[in-house]
């Protein structure tokens, strides 16, 4: 990880949300249909909706989804297998995920929640549509995208006041975020995130996606391609205007893009346009799923 982060301060925070049953959980139903599928990728339709049905919040969203714009048949659904099938297998899995991510934590966070699960899920749907582009897999960088500022809330749970500070240092830049939370917590909320992650058993392309995304390259080359991907998702969405309720990018840099990010662009050898294209087609796609 960064040379400025103390490795045992983000394992203290993760035992000390543990202890105090404030750790996210990752659903059973979740965890059997991830197992499952890992197992078998051609599994029965039957056995899909029997694993999901266990989790009545999963039903519902999955249900809803299927009724938006987006997989809209024309007649509405009611039925977890018809919203199985129209959503397809392999969305259906990333949207389980996000219904998961939306309603992993008990405390509201001292800044807006909704702002930061917008930009989480747009990210996520830029990133999926510059994995299939470039040939990578879309579900990992779906999920590396969404996941990414999970620490952002294990660091507000763990002390409220402490992350508004750190949002005051922030001073709505994020490129000082990292810095400022390990000025206050002795961390910083991608390496957070990571942990939480490892203990869910991620892949290892989504927690090294995850952990270096504000600083891809310093990943390891393996996995490389996943930590730029996951930065280049969470800028893109900047650039759209949209913020994620803590920090923004500069007026400036939407019409100057930064170093960092012409030098992720190069990495896929990746044009700006092309890229703010892949935005808009994620913001569109959000829109018609209802986001």
């Given at each position: 990880?960064?040379?400025?982060?103390?490795?045992?301060i983000?394992?203290?925070?993760?035992?000390?949300?543990?202890?105090?049953?404030?750790l996210?959980?990752?659903?059973?139903?979740?965890?059997?249909?991830?197992?499952?599928?890992?197992?078998?990728?051609?599994?029965?339709?039957?056995?899909?909706?029997?694993?999901?049905?266990?989790?009545?919040?999963?039903?519902a969203?999955?249900?809803k989804?299927a009724?938006?714009?987006?997989?809209?048949t024309g007649?509405?659904?009611?039925?977890?297998?018809?919203?199985?099938?129209?959503?397809?297998?392999?969305?259906?899995?990333?949207?389980?995920h996000?219904?998961?991510?939306?309603?992993?934590f008990?405390?509201?966070?001292?800044?807006?929640?909704?702002f930061?699960?917008?930009?989480?899920?747009?990210?996520?749907?830029?990133?999926?549509?510059m994995?299939?582009?470039?040939?990578?897999?879309?579900?990992?960088?779906?999920?590396?995208?969404?996941?990414?500022?999970?620490?952002?809330?294990?660091?507000?749970?763990?002390d409220?006041?402490?992350?508004?500070?750190?949002?005051?240092?922030t001073?709505?830049?994020?490129s000082?975020?990292?810095l400022?939370?390990?000025?206050?917590?002795g961390?910083?909320?991608?390496?957070?995130?990571a942990?939480?992650?490892?203990?869910?058993n991620f892949?290892?392309?989504?927690?090294?996606?995850?952990a270096?995304?504000?600083?891809?390259?310093?990943?390891?080359e393996?996995?490389?391609?996943?930590?730029?991907?996951?930065?280049?998702?969470?800028?893109?969405v900047?650039?759209?205007g949209?913020?994620?309720?803590?920090?923004?990018?500069?007026?400036?840099?939407?019409?100057?893009?930064?170093?960092k990010?012409l030098?992720?662009?190069?990495?896929?050898?990746l044009?700006?346009?092309?890229?703010d294209?892949f935005a808009?087609?994620?913001y569109?796609?959000?829109?018609?799923?209802?986001?």
């Amino acid at each position: 990880m960064a040379e400025d982060v103390k490795p045992n301060i983000s394992k203290e925070i993760m035992e000390r949300l543990k202890s105090l049953d404030e750790l996210p959980y990752f659903p059973d139903a979740l965890m059997r249909l991830e197992q499952a599928l890992n197992e078998n990728e051609n599994l029965p339709m039957e056995n899909i909706v029997q694993l999901i049905a266990q989790d009545p919040r999963l039903v519902a969203g999955l249900i809803k989804m299927a009724n938006s714009a987006k997989y809209m048949t024309g007649n509405e659904v009611n039925d977890l297998a018809d919203a199985v099938t129209i959503i397809g297998l392999k969305e259906m899995r990333l949207i389980a995920h996000l219904i998961h991510y939306q309603t992993s934590f008990r405390r509201k966070p001292p800044f807006s929640d909704a702002f930061f699960l917008k930009h989480a899920f747009l990210s996520a749907l830029v990133a999926q549509k510059m994995a299939i582009f470039f040939g990578l897999d879309s579900g990992e960088a779906f999920l590396a995208a969404l996941m990414r500022d999970i620490g952002v809330y294990l660091l507000a749970t763990e002390d409220r006041e402490k992350y508004l500070e750190v949002i005051k240092l922030t001073d709505y830049d994020i490129s000082k975020l990292a810095l400022a939370e390990n000025k206050v917590f002795g961390t910083y909320h991608a390496l957070m995130s990571a942990r939480l992650l490892q203990q869910w058993n991620f892949s290892k392309e989504t927690i090294i996606g995850v952990a270096f995304h504000h600083n891809p390259e310093k990943a390891e080359e393996s996995c490389q391609s996943y930590a730029y991907l996951t930065f280049l998702a969470e800028q893109a969405v900047f650039r759209l205007g949209i913020d994620n309720g803590i920090a923004d990018i500069t007026d400036e840099e939407r019409e100057m893009p930064s170093k960092k990010l012409l030098d992720a662009l190069a990495y896929f050898d990746l044009s700006i346009d092309k890229y703010d294209e892949f935005a808009q087609q994620a913001y569109a796609e959000a829109e018609k799923m209802g986001i």
